[in-house]
């Protein structure tokens, strides 16, 4: 329990047996001293004579007075200390099984009795905050999990580049010198971006998918997409699939390249993985009033419209067939909704006649969205 809340409740419980003390003393003294002069009162109303036996005892009252209130005053207040002791040990008791139910079964509602309801008010807010805070700790315990499974996800692009481009250079010895020092360029560039990967993957604590920290520079579109497609030129040579390329040139664009590279290399990827060998991959970049959209397109099995609603979420996949080819997690398309929308843009699926197609909407000047 916090230590402020914890001060709070003892305050509360101290006042309150306080201020029922000094009540009850008040009245116990209200009582004594009402009846001691209301006594004298009637007594004075008469004559008395000394032959009456209730004379002497009142002339022997009267005599001892003051040491008799003295006496009845202590012992009044004796008994009201040692019966409000024993309320404040009972007190004491009671809320000590509370905050021992607050430790073991903190789903449960504290119940007190009436006299505590302000004592029971305050622990059971406390019980709501430590479940809120236990909730929190377990969500971001979760979110830093599925961030490690998401990476270990992500890894497999650049890795899957790497091995095509040195594959094409082992099995092609004839390529020119010019060739040979562009693919081993590539492969070099698609290792350094792995090393990053795996960099932000030791990183986990501080990047969280929930709260994506966006480094917003100007990127021309159009390249950033040529220059991805081109990095997939292996992977489409082994699937006998083509690009079919119609971009808008040079749309301008305000996001964050590395993050956004990421959102269109798990879209290509996934392209590949589902397309009918020897067929077309489709990318349309268009430009309209505030904003920017891509097109990924590509023939294949189509995907029904209850998995097709739910394709997007964490660790969904499809049929086994489709598990089959890809052996992954089923995050990619998760890892790039969250990329989207964290710029300000949305993404979505539609399939339809063996068609599979994916739309990313983007700001012009995407705002941090996170």
């Known amino acids: 329990m916090h230590n402020d809340r914890k001060r709070l409740i003892q305050s509360q419980l101290s006042r309150k047996l306080t201020m029922r003390f000094l009540l009850w003393t008040l009245a116990y003294l209200l009582v004594l001293f009402g009846g001691y002069f209301m006594a004298a009162f009637f007594c004075s109303q008469r004559t008395w004579y000394p032959a009456e036996p209730l004379y002497i005892i009142l002339k022997c009252a009267e005599h001892f007075a003051p040491f008799l209130l003295v006496v009845l005053i202590f012992l009044g207040v004796f008994f009201i200390t040692r019966r409000f002791l024993r309320l404040a040990l009972r007190y004491l008791d009671t809320v000590t099984l509370a905050a021992e139910q607050l430790a073991t079964q903190p789903e449960a509602p504290i119940r ?30 979760q979110r830093k999990n599925d961030l490690v499974v998401y990476l270990a996800h992500d890894l497999k692009t650049p890795l899957t580049s790497v091995i095509g481009y040195l594959t094409l250079l082992r099995d ?23 090393e990053g990967l795996i960099n932000e993957f030791f990183e986990i604590t501080r990047f969280n998918l929930a709260h994506l920290e966006l480094d917003l520079q100007p990127v021309n579109l159009t390249r950033l997409l040529e220059q991805s497609t081109f990095e997939f030129a292996p992977v489409l040579a082994e699937k006998q699939l083509t690009w079919r390329l119609q971009l808008t040139p040079d749309v301008p664009l305000h996001c964050d390249p590395d993050k956004l590279q990421r959102v269109f290399d798990n879209l290509f990827r996934n392209a590949v993985n589902y397309s009918y060998p020897g067929t077309e991959i489709s990318v349309c970049l268009t430009r309209y009033v505030g904003g920017v959209r891509v097109l990924v397109q590509n023939r294949g099995a189509t995907i029904p419209e209850e998995k097709l609603t739910r394709i997007f979420s964490q660790f969904f996949r499809l049929d086994t067939a489709r598990r089959s080819d890809t052996g992954g997690a089923g995050l990619g398309l998760a890892i790039a909704k969250k990329i989207v929308e964290a710029h300000g843009g949305c993404i979505t699926a539609r399939s339809a006649d063996e068609t599979v197609t994916f739309i990313v909407s983007l700001p012009e000047t995407c705002q941090k969205n996170v």
Request: net charge negative; hydrophobic share 40%.
């Open 112 to 141: 007190l009795p009436d006299a505590l309801h302000e004592t029971q008010m305050e622990l059971n807010l406390a019980r709501e905050h430590a479940l809120n805070a236990a909730h929190q700790a377990k969500e971001a315990e």
């Open 172 to 194: 092609e010895p004839d390529l020119s010198p010019a060739m040979r020092a562009k693919y081993t360029g590539i492969a070099l560039r698609k290792a350094e971006r792995l």
